[in-house]
Structures are given as C-alpha cells and as structure tokens.
C-alpha cells in the first residue's frame, strides 16, 4: 500500500478495496461480513476470548498457509462485520511491516500501534459506512443537530441504514462531524474534504462533539426539570 498522509487518502484506498468486495454504495454491515468470508485464503472462526475488551485478532499466513482471523464469539450480527473487515485491512496493508498478530479490541493493548490501528479502524468504517453516503444521509434527514432527541433519533437511523450497532453509528458521526457540521452548512458534497481530528487542530478548526453535545442537552433538560420541580406555585 501506498504512503497514507491524510484522512482523505485512507478513504481513498478504502474505497478501492470496497470495490474488489464489489459492495453497493448502501448495504448492510452482514453484507462487509460475507465478503470476507469468500476472500480467498482466508479463515476466520470464533473464539471466546479471556482477554478483556479483545475483539478480534489476525495473523498473515506464513509459507503458503492461510491468512487467520479471529473474531470474539461476543459479537452480534452488527459488530462482526466491522471487525471482521478491521481485521482484513490489516491483512491488505500491514502484512510486511512484522508487527502481527495483530490485535482489536475497546482498549489499547501492549504494543499495539496506534497509527496502523486508526488506519484499520476508519478504513472499517469507511468500508461498512462511505462517509458520502452517511452525508448523504444526514443531508436527505436534515436533522437538528442541537436538539438531543433528534441527535439520538439520527444515531439509531443511521444504525439501521447500515446494519451496525448504536455504539459503531455514534463513533462513525464523532468521526465525521467535522464533514457533518460543512454538509449542514449546506456546502456541496463534492467540494468537502474529509480532514483527521489531528489536522482540524493543525488547522485551527473546531467543531463540537456531537455526543458531548447530546451529553449537554441532556444535562440541561435535567437541571430544567430540577427547577420545575423546585418551584414553588401559591
């Protein structure tokens, strides 16, 4: 694989290898999943990890042997497929960099390399959910973005377009919120360039969480519906 620099060009070569899986532009994460499993010398089984937070695992095959993946058997029909195209992601890039296995997982584990696992972790995403398909999305639902029940309402919508879990579709939004705030201010799709978080900050450009926000709305609504209840009516 080429030299990746920036977030667009991750996309880019995500893009790419969602073609060689030959996926609709829309699809469902399970779709991600059987694709995987009909790549060719490739095997993946289930295990019931004992290693807290570990998800998924793979190790390029040696001498002519098979590519093995490892998935938790913990995972639901919404989660596997994201792992399981995390876990081939590292397969296509990093096979000839020596750093397998290679580990996935909620936490950050010993070792482990935070730069090969963004590029696994967003080509994933970008794989089960093209982030010009989410915006396209959250421009066709025009959703309020400062309103919390609208924000949760947009989470799951976007969760069941794609087949993934709240939790995937909450960190694909946290993801491209930068993109999500230009597509809001109504700039055309094909002028928005996707940009990493480190590069908005390199940039100056500060856009809001959108779950920190959801987080803030709710805090709100609480401590208003504490003072209701604090009022005193003669």
């Not at 073609?19 to 993946?44: D, N, T």
């Not at 004992?50 to 639901?76: F, H, Y």
């Not at 997982?105 to 390399?113: N, S, T, V």
């Not at 730069?115 to 959250?138: D, R, S, T």
């Amino acid at each position: 694989m080429r030299q990746i620099r920036t977030k667009a060009e991750l996309y880019q070569e995500a893009d790419r290898l969602r073609l060689q899986l030959a996926l609709p532009p829309f699809c469902k994460s399970e779709q991600a999943y059987a694709r995987i499993l009909e790549q060719p010398q490739i095997q993946v089984a289930f295990l019931s990890f004992q290693t807290p937070g570990l998800r998924g695992m793979c190790s390029p095959g040696q001498n002519g042997q098979e590519d093995i993946i490892l998935l938790s058997n913990q995972l639901n029909s919404r989660e596997r497929g994201f792992y399981a195209v995390h876990e081939w992601l590292h397969l296509c890039w990093h096979r000839s960099l020596g750093k397998s296995p290679f580990l996935c997982g909620e936490y950050r584990f010993p070792k482990q390399d935070s730069f090969l696992e963004w590029q696994a972790n967003e080509g994933a995403a970008e794989i089960v959910m093209p982030w010009q398909q989410v915006l396209e999305f959250v421009q066709d639902t025009n959703p309020d973005l400062g309103n919390r029940n609208a924000l949760i309402q947009l989470r799951l919508q976007l969760a069941d377009q794609f087949g993934v879990s709240d939790r995937m579709a909450s960190v694909r939004l946290e993801s491209l919120r930068y993109e999500i705030a230009c597509v809001m201010k109504g700039q055309p799709l094909h002028s928005i360039e996707p940009i990493s978080a480190r590069e908005q900050e390199r940039r100056g450009v500060q856009v809001s969480s959108l779950e920190e926000k959801a987080q803030s709305l709710f805090a709100e609504e609480l401590e208003y519906r504490r003072r209701l209840r604090n009022i005193d009516v003669f």
